[in-house]
């Protein structure tokens, strides 16, 4: 598929959405029941731009093998934070989870992102 000026949008929309978050991160809590971080904001929004590049560059979406691995990982996590000592914390579980999850829609997202600008200056 040959590029296309919106395709900008999509490549900046999270780091758009980071710097929004982070700018705006009083407003990202309530004082007593959520507190969310700028990470969570963000899960979305790489979710919807690693399914357009991925769209994009294969012409078939892998987010479906993304939440496979998101199963995965969490499974994972839930056995390391169940086989750990102390009391077992769901909003601890749920903290790492997200974390791990950021990092590894994140790397993928600038992978893919890496590999559409190789595609785009290869046609």
Same mark, same amino acid.
């Given at each position: 598929?040959?590029?296309?000026?919106?395709?900008?949008?999509?490549?900046?929309?999270?780091?758009?959405?980071?710097?929004?978050?982070?700018?705006?991160?009083?407003?990202?809590?309530?004082?007593?029941?959520?507190?969310?971080?700028?990470?969570? #904001?963000?899960?979305?929004?790489?979710?919807?731009?690693?399914?357009?590049?991925?769209?994009?560059?294969?012409?078939?979406?892998?987010?479906?093998?993304?939440?496979?691995?998101?199963?995965?990982?969490?499974?994972?996590?839930?056995?390391?934070?169940?086989?750990?000592?102390?009391?077992?914390?769901?909003?601890?579980?749920?903290?790492?989870?997200?974390?791990?999850?950021?990092?590894?829609?994140?790397?993928?997202?600038?992978?893919?992102?890496?590999?559409?600008?190789?595609? #785009?200056?290869?046609?």
């Amino acid at each position: 598929m040959s590029f296309s000026w919106t395709e900008i949008i999509i490549y900046l929309m999270p780091f758009l959405t980071l710097f929004l978050a982070l700018y705006f991160r009083q407003y990202l809590n309530d004082g007593r029941h959520i507190h969310l971080l700028p990470i969570d #904001v963000m899960h979305p929004i790489l979710w919807l731009c690693f399914h357009y590049l991925t769209e994009t560059i294969f012409y078939f979406s892998l987010l479906p093998l993304y939440f496979i691995i998101l199963g995965i990982l969490g499974l994972w996590g839930l056995y390391q934070e169940e086989k750990g000592e102390g009391a077992f914390r769901w909003t601890r579980f749920f903290r790492k989870l997200s974390k791990r999850l950021f990092v590894l829609t994140s790397i993928s997202y600038l992978l893919m992102l890496i590999v559409r600008f190789i595609q #785009v200056i290869i046609k």
